[in-house]
């Protein structure tokens, strides 16, 4: 039977309760009481109250909004267990929104929440973990918040529509303040910075003992519509378009530029969210979309991120160095900077919208999630009375995905393999995060890149229904998310294996599950990282129990540990009327499971946030669970998203 629309149950919602200001309060000692319960089996304990109204309440409050910051960092008390001695001295970093809905009748999407960043700094000498949190003073968030910072002030008026959102009570028509950077997405800590990352606009960078917000990061001068591209750093393009509709997107793109960026503020290239790092060479990597691609049937990247830094203790200078070749390695040592080693563009024939990525040695890779124009969409989102994201439909219409292999190194280059065609994956998803990628050399002499990741049906990633939003009656409904179809809908966690031969030539294409013994969704793929680009054994990710009747699927209630050789699959789960955020792998030795994950835990019915410390290597065990420490309960924060562990 299929399960009822949750929302229609209640008449009234006001999901974003404010509790009332309070100072935070500094706890000393710590609480040790023996391990209980820890809900190490797929089927957790279920409280009594299993019912379509605690399902709805307990979703929504997982994004109530938290007006209080605390800027003075508070000890949190252990519950379960205790800290490890042989944890690192670090600080795990959680990005989220924080504030949903402000005192004039408007409610957000999640995705249009202002960036609350959360600090949790371990002392494991100390037996201690201090918490802090406060909020990226973006641009928006002072024009927003009643009191011009602080975050707890006395009233807030919500003046920016947001990609996502709709606002009751601000400015409908003839309101062009659309981008909305929140800085919510991700947090990053790189050569001495900390910067807080958003999906459409530059980054945030942060103090990373106090959180005060530093101010804008222009990472690469990629800021604006009318940006240059230095000199000798022509796009890569490729296309088997006719050249008249060529020339008729570059003419529409050339018009788009400054309505895009004049009118509605859109910054000339957009940077994601999703970042990754090359631990053998010391590299970030970052990619960045043109503005226009939104509208276009055809994409812009810039691999624009290819960082060197060695011994990046105090906060570095910036320093840019543009233009260096392909055809030549990197310079072969680095001081104590940012130095910007390589950047490439290309042009892809194609509408796509990415979230996440993938690097291997060789290669940039892309898994293209296909989108198309929606006429009356984008008419009802200039008036205003709908989200500007309306404007944008996914496109089902063939049934696999594009996957682009863009050269990033001289070999991948000289092969001469036509990178503008994709490779068609030969089942149909919705890319959604990328664990892990690696290329290896086959029997044949040619490559192998397999990518570890998950992927969802494109009816399940649906832009007017993300997280349940509804902007005509300010509510977060589940159902959608939880229906009977929605077990095939959701997120899983795939190996896609693509073969190339000695010419660099493709071969074939493979999709399958990581694990037969993991069928239910599961999504947020992480992997320890020093084994990032390269093979690797272990995979961590959120994942469904199916214990709750009403919320089977959505919010995630596990964490599973997939063994990518053998298939295996080992739970924790939550018990009652909880869920749990991204897992972070913490290294403690050389063995790839030996270390520590950390993930946050809401128990919503508690009106409490938990940090929980698992044992890798116990996962699937009773004794998995070696650490619980709980968050002030004023405190309490709504689901983040995307989390980074940072040795001091």
Known sequence: MATPPIGLTHAAVHIHHVPPRRRCVRHCGILIRSAAGTGTGTGSSVAATDTLSAAFWDYNLLFRSQRNECPDPVPLRVTEGAIPPDFPTGT?????????????GSTVHP???????????FHPGERTVHYSARYVETAAKREESGDGGGGGGASWRFTHRGPFSVLQGGKKVGNVKVMKNVANTSVLR?????????????????????????GPFDLLGLAGPNDEKPPGNAPARRTQRPWLQETGLDVAAHLLRPVLGGVFNMPGKRMLAHYKVDPRRGRLLMVACNAEDMLLPRSNFTFCGQFTHLNCSNHPRLRLVHNVSMARPPPAEYDAHFVLVQKREFVVPDHLLIHDWACTDSHYVLLGNRIKL???????????????????????????????????????????RDWSVPIEAPSQMWSVHVGNAFEEENRRGGLDIRLHMSGCSYQWFHFHRMFGYNWHNKKLDPSFMNAVKAKEWL?????????????????????????????????FPAINQSHANQRNRFIYACAASGSRRFLPYFPFDSVVKLGVSDGSARWWSTDGRKFVGEPVFIPTGDGEDDGYVLLVEYAVSEHRCNLVVLDARQIGKRNALV??????????????????????
């Open 92 to 104: 795990y970093y959680l990005a989220g929104p924080g504030m949903f809905s402000d005192d004039h």
């Open 111 to 121: 995705l249009d929440g202002h960036g609350y960043l959360r600090s949790f700094r």
């Open 190 to 214: 790189w050569g001495g910075r900390l910067l807080c990352l958003w999906e459409g606009g530059e980054p945030y960078e942060m103090d990373p003992r106090t959180l005060e917000t530093l």
């Open 374 to 416: 929606d006429i009356p969409g984008l008419l009802l989102a200039v008036t205003g009375t709908h989200p500007m994201v309306a404007a944008l439909a996914v496109d089902p219409s063939r049934q696999s995905t594009p996957v682009y292999l863009l050269p990033r190194s001289p070999e991948a280059v000289a092969s001469g």
């Open 491 to 523: 997120p899983r966690l795939v190996q896609v294996t693509i073969e190339l031969d000695k010419r660099g030539a493709y071969r074939r294409c493979s999709v399958r599950r990581l694990s037969d013994q993991c069928t239910r969704p599961a999504d």
């Open 627 to 648: 650490a619980k420490l709980e968050v002030p309960g004023h405190l309490t924060f709504p689901m983040g998203f995307h989390g980074f562990w940072g040795d001091e």
